[in-house]
């Protein structure tokens, strides 16, 4: 299992950027995995910010605690290290505006920052790690990154107040997903995983809906 905590994003954006995009309305592969290592990159001193958070922030097992203490070590400090990191990438990005290539452009950023991410925690849980850390964690990063390169696209140029409502997003989107690990933290592993799929589900058909004609081809 611990196979899928380390490869399910990679894998995720190698099935992603292999899809036939338009090349007049995506960006070219090379250029997709050039920003996908660009996202590794940043993890770097990303991930130093989230280990400071988690000295702060400590974890707690008690009521709201928990879900906050889930919130802020899993989900929110990394979504916002990773947001960040972006902020200030995007302007050597040059993106156009279209649809597909923020989508994609962002997508490719976001699951580089968050696979280095998802390997630190199969180092630092080696031995024994559980259900949570090797399936529900990775699967609900996966549903992450979608969610964030599918609201990207509203906040185009991320500059200013747009910028900010782009860090807002990106923080309801993990405040969202911290509520399965926050359920199976309460000992309900059955529910956690059905709201875990589901989230991940969701965020597939939202892909779908949103970019149908990459699908059909």
């Known amino acids: 299992m611990i196979l899928f905590l380390i490869a399910s994003l990679p894998l995720l954006f190698s099935l992603v950027a292999l899809l036939p995009w338009d090349r007049g309305r995506g960006p070219h592969t090379l250029t997709t995995v050039s920003t996908y290592l ?45 947001v960040a990191g972006f902020l200030l990438l995007s302007n050597k990005l040059a993106l156009p505006g ?16 968050m696979t280095l991410l998802n390997l630190t925690d199969a180092l630092r849980t080696w031995g024994s790690a559980d259900t949570y850390t090797v399936f529900l964690l990775p699967l609900l990063r996966l549903a992450l990154v979608l969610s964030v390169a599918l609201v990207a696209g509203r906040f185009y140029r991320w500059e200013g107040r747009d910028g900010a409502l782009f860090c ?34 969701a965020s597939c058909i939202v892909v779908a809906f949103r970019f149908p004609r990459v699908l059909r081809g």
Not at 184 to 201: D, E, P, Q
């Open 168 to 201: 807002a997003a990106a923080a309801a989107c993990a405040m969202v997903l911290s509520c399965a690990s926050f359920v199976y933290g309460a000992s309900r592993v059955t529910l956690a995983i059905f709201l875990t799929t589901g989230f991940f589900l």
């Open 98 to 113: 279209k649809d597909e290539e923020i989508f994609l452009s962002v997508f490719a950023y976001m699951a580089g920052f």
């Open 38 to 82: 660009k996202g590794l990159l940043i993890f770097f001193p990303g991930y130093l910010v989230i280990l400071i958070c988690r000295r702060i922030f400590g974890f707690s097992y008690d009521g709201f605690l928990l879900y906050l203490s889930f919130l802020l070590r899993d989900h929110l400090v990394p979504a916002l290290a990773a």
